[in-house]
């Protein structure tokens, strides 16, 4: 059975690490760039090192997450066949393997919200009961 709840949750996991790779990074680099020739305490080298450390770890995380993601977006795909309406196979893709919030799936679709919900309804029912 497809757990769509556990795959908008990973896809926003996803995002949170990647936005926490960005900044540590950004980190990491202003914190490089202001060498200025005199000696500096050790404190500093440890900060380093600690931002390097947690980098680290997060991208490890980020790269489990994307590996669990990969693996039940495959998943979603074979079950997507059953869904007959392209408008419903398409508002499923968008949200649940490409990660899109439902605004930008509405502007991308030109459809209201409420019509876009009631696809991604339409599609979580279809493939559900298709799994039964």
């Not at 680099?29 to 500096?40: D, E, L, V, W």
């Not at 649940?96 to 030109?110: A, D, H, P, S, V």
Request: glycine share 6%; proline share 2%; hydrophobic share 40%.
């Amino acid at each position: 059975m497809v757990d769509f709840q556990r795959i908008r949750q990973l896809n926003q996991q996803k995002n949170d690490l990647g936005w926490r790779i960005i900044k540590m990074e950004a980190r990491a680099t202003k914190s490089t760039t202001t060498i200025t020739g005199m000696p500096r305490s050790g404190s500093a080298g440890n900060r380093m090192e600690a931002i390097i450390v947690e980098i680290a770890t997060i991208k490890e995380a980020y790269i489990g997450i994307c590996d669990e993601l990969n693996t039940r977006a495959a998943e979603l795909e074979k079950a997507m066949k059953v869904i007959s309406n392209p408008m419903v196979r398409v508002s499923i893709h968008m949200r649940y393997i490409r990660g899109c919030k439902i605004r930008e799936i509405c502007e991308t679709l030109n459809y209201s919200d409420r019509q876009v919900i009631r696809f991604l309804k339409q599609g979580e029912r279809e493939i559900n009961m298709a799994e039964v």
